[in-house]
């Protein structure tokens, strides 16, 4: 049981310091130190199944003793799995979000094309060009009212901040 429960505990550590090696571990290579370190764990599982069956088979006064041992190293290992599942989902996650990110950077929101799909909406229905380029031309005033509006608000918002303040 001795010799079991010391190739755990070592077995532990290994698992320990390959976890360090995960965060490090470049893209390519962090599902095969994952797999790795999986594997490990079931494997230190395996050992804690034995060596609870040896627990049982010790002397009553040592049993308490060792099932002591056996349970810490049961946590342990469980903190590992624990781990290693919460880096799995944080890694998940962060590629999901790079994901979404490239998508949207791939896509193009131009104003130009929506403009010009209107334009030929509007031709399709029948209104003349003077109409289209009223509409056009009250678009580019109304993008100065709206600017104008904002700069005022602002200034009013300054103002009454100074002289309230």
Not at 28 to 47: G, T
Not at 76 to 90: P, S, V, W
């Amino acid at each position: 049981m001795e010799t079991l429960y010391h190739q755990t505990n070592k077995q532990i550590h290994e698992v320990q310091t390959h976890m360090g090696r995960l965060e490090k571990a470049d893209a390519q290579s962090v599902h095969l130190v994952e797999n790795e370190i999986q594997a490990r764990i079931d494997q230190i599982f395996s050992s804690l199944e034995r060596l609870e069956i040896l627990t049982s088979k010790e002397p009553p006064n040592r049993r308490q003793n060792a099932k002591l041992r056996v349970d810490q190293l049961k946590y342990d290992c469980q903190h590992l799995q624990t781990a290693l599942k919460n880096f799995q989902h944080y890694r998940y996650s962060h590629e999901q979000l790079d994901r979404e990110r490239e998508e949207l950077l791939q896509r193009t929101f131009t104003t130009n094309g929506a403009q010009k799909k209107i334009l030929d909406v509007a031709n399709m229905l029948g209104m003349s060009n003077t109409v289209m380029r009223l509409i056009e031309k009250r678009a580019f005033q109304d993008k100065f009212i709206m600017i104008g509006g904002m700069v005022v608000t602002c200034i009013i918002m300054v103002l009454a901040f100074k002289y309230l303040t």
